[in-house]
């Protein structure tokens, strides 16, 4: 059997109450003497002993475990910004769960479900579009929830994004005011409120340089087995419009896929590029493509900081039948660098 509270209290003649204290941290807080702390401390490391954490949320009414659910944990956005949120948790004492959809209404269904059960104190999610009744009702128990990168502007939940259209609009002004007239726009997933704002700062760009808008130059990509659907659209693009003379990708994803494109069909990229996010391998295969980096950093800490400000207010309010999580917006800006 591992050892207990009750162990290390008997065997030291302390109370169960003050061990408890000393393990959660709360010795100083509770004026436990410092040579009382460092025995309870040093005999519970010679035990190996390890709390069990359900039976402390039971006393304390949370288990410091936050629950991440994102899209796809092999994309280089994803996974920066699950590395932020991790180490910004552990610096406020919380664990990190992390569960990937694969953009699966099913799979993240699942994920939420199983993050409830493993009674988390709260749910950092990058949602599907379908996702939105699982919110809704996430929401409606007042259960601690922040939305990054995506959100549902119908629904009164917490969330993250950047300054989607108007990063879009600045990009594309620039590859206009670099001589740039047919330039093509290529997207994915058009059913996020994120993505039809990057495509609509695209379109103010091109509406307010009375270049107009050419559906031709618009390709969107089905995400899924985006890597084989991003040709026929980018064939298409040149079939339509062979002079076209620059590219805005409204994710890094389509922009590497884009270059491979270019690789396999032995074209000479001599376009103007612009990108929302970036990945390293851009200074390799398109050193002057210019970019809208993402606030990562602030991303993670403020994804956090919300959460747990709704988990505390929970927790003060757990009594209270009526008790409302009122819900907070963040629009982030991100880094321009043009480099062409």
Known sequence: MRPSLKDIAKELNLSKTTVSWVLSG???????????ANKVLEYAMELNYQPNLIARSLNTGTTKTIGLILPSISDSFYSEVAREIESEAR???????????????????EIVRLFKAKVVDGIIIAPTKRSKIEIQRLINESYPLVTI???FPELNATYIIINNRDSSYMLTKHLINKGCKKIAIL?????LTTMNQRREGYEDALRESKLGIDPDLYGEVNFVDYEKNIYKVLDDIFK??????GFFFTTHILALETFQYFHTRNIKPGFEFAS???VPIFKVVAPRINVARMPI?????????????????????RTKRNRK????????????????
């Open 240 to 245: 339509n419009v062979p002079d076209v003379d």
């Open 149 to 151: 990168d995506r959100y």
């Open 91 to 109: 610096k406020n004492g919380y664990s990190l769960m992390i569960g990937s959809s694969e953009s699966d209404i099913d799979r993240e269904d």
């Open 325 to 340: 999580i009122e819900p907070k917006q963040l629009i982030l800006s991100c880094s321009l660098d043009f480099r062409s």
């Open 276 to 278: 929302i996010h970036e």
């Open 297 to 317: 950093e602030d991303i993670g800490r403020n994804a956090v900081s919300l959460l747990i400000e709704q988990i505390d207010f929970v927790k003060q309010n």
């Open 187 to 191: 997207t994915t997933n058009s059913y």
């Open 26 to 36: 709360r010795a100083q807080q509770k004026g436990i003497s410092e040579s009382t």
